[in-house]
Structure formats: structure tokens, C-alpha cells
């Protein structure tokens, strides 16, 4: 009965690769997001997505593109992975509309070699 | 723009002692203001919210508008109280952006 549900838990990679994280919530949510976790626990926005519509991009680099099926779904495809790139990655979903909660997925740990 | 801070990467109590986290904020309309808990190799999750005025495990945070700030405090704290905790910002208007802080460690000495 997990609400939101990110795949994978780990991911070990190698610089140049191309990978992706998917995220799935059964709240009845509308809108989607995802954060990164540094190395330093700050947590920092990239997307976020109402009704599979792109709402927020912050300044993410092009090789992160993400993708929104419907709106129980939120997919993070990154290309040509770099070092920097090693982080948490957590997958968000709330209500539409004003200060609602978040609710977080469990994240995905990327580690680039 | 939006912004929130948390002076404190680390704060260090004794269980029994009292606990305050603070959390600044800065935004031109009117603030949502939340505070997240990360337990250790677990899922961010809400602790409280400032609009619904409660009290959870013993944790309470006031807005105060005149200082922008919105401090999590608890009387005497656990261990289990241990973890990272996120004040974080809510816009208003729109959809909704929601800025967190750097996040303090609360970490509590038997």
C-alpha cells in the first residue's frame, strides 16, 4: 500500500550511461515532483508536473528530462551521466492547489563512477 | 523569490533537554510554512504545518510574521527525536513551489 514508490532503490552506474528512475503514487494526486539530495542533505527542486503538464523547471540540465505518462506517473530519464550527477533522488507528489503536503517516495541513490 | 534558512547544520542536545530549530524565511506574500522530518535511511515526511497549529510528538512551530521566522521547539526531547529535520516554504497563488532550507541534524546524547 506504499503511496509513492520510486524504482530503483540503488543505481550504480558509469559516467556516459543513460538511465532512468521511475515514480508511481496511488494517492489520487495531480501533481508530481522531484528533488535531489546532495551529498551535503540539501534538497534542491528540479521538476514539477500538474496533470502530466510541465509546471516547474529549475535550471536542470537538458541530459535530465522527465516524463509524465499520466498523473500517477512521473519518470526521470538522465543522459550522459557525470559524476555531479551522484545524488538522492526523490520522487514528490501532492494536491493541486495551494500548500499541500508533499509526500515523498523513499528515493533513489545514484552513484556515477 | 523564495527563500529559507536553517542557521544550524548541527545541533547537538542531551535527551531530557530542550530543543529549538530555527528556520528564517523570506517571501514577499503569504507563507505556508512546514517542517519535514528524515529519519535515518527513511522518506522525508511532514511533521507539522504552521497553518494547522498542532502539536506532533511533542513538537510545536509558531509563525511569527514580524521576525519571518518559524522555529520548531520541543520541551525535552528523545532519542528517537534524532534525525534531519526541513523547514520549508510554500508559495502562494498558482501552482504550488515549495523551497526547503539546508535541513539541521538533530542529534540527541543519552
Known amino acids: 500500500d506504499t503511496a509513492v514508490s520510486q524504482t530503483p532503490k540503488y543505481l550504480v552506474t558509469q559516467m556516459g550511461n543513460d538511465k532512468s528512475i521511475k515514480c508511481e503514487q496511488n494517492?489520487?494526486?495531480?501533481?508530481m515532483y522531484w528533488y535531489k539530495q546532495d551529498s551535503k542533505k540539501f534538497l534542491k527542486i528540479m521538476f514539477s508536473?500538474?496533470?502530466?503538464?510541465?509546471?516547474i523547471n529549475e535550471t536542470v540540465p537538458n541530459r535530465f528530462s522527465p516524463k509524465s505518462p499520466d498523473k500517477a506517473h512521473l519518470n526521470l530519464h538522465i543522459n550522459s551521466l557525470e559524476l555531479g550527477d551522484s545524488a538522492v533522488y526523490f520522487c514528490?507528489?501532492?494536491?493541486?492547489?495551494?500548500?499541500?503536503?508533499?509526500?515523498f517516495g523513499n528515493g533513489t541513490r545514484l552513484t556515477v563512477t | 523569490a523564495q527563500r529559507v534558512t536553517q542557521p544550524e547544520k548541527l545541533l547537538s542536545v542531551f535527551k531530557g533537554a530542550p530543543v529549538e530549530l530555527k528556520c528564517n524565511y523570506s517571501?514577499?506574500?503569504?507563507?505556508?510554512l512546514f517542517w519535514y522530518v528524515q529519519y535515518s535511511r527513511q522518506r522525508l515526511q511532514l511533521l507539522l504545518r504552521?497553518?494547522s497549529r498542532e502539536s506532533i510528538k511533542g513538537f510545536t512551530a509558531d509563525l511569527n510574521k514580524g521576525e519571518t521566522s518559524f522555529h520548531l521547539k520541543k520541551p525535552f526531547a528523545q532519542e528517537e527525536d534524532s534525525a534531519m529535520y526541513y523547514c520549508?516554504?510554500?508559495?502562494?497563488?498558482?501552482?504550488?513551489?515549495?523551497?526547503f532550507g539546508t535541513g539541521t541534524k538533530l542529534q540527541v546524547i543519552p
Open positions: 514528490a507528489s501532492s494536491r493541486s492547489g495551494e500548500n499541500s503536503p508533499l509526500h
Open positions: 494517492l489520487g494526486h495531480d501533481t
Open positions: 508536473y500538474n496533470n502530466k503538464e510541465l509546471i
Open positions: 517571501y514577499s506574500g503569504s507563507p505556508e
Open positions: 504552521h497553518i
Open positions: 520549508a516554504l510554500s508559495s502562494s497563488g498558482g501552482y504550488q513551489k515549495v523551497t
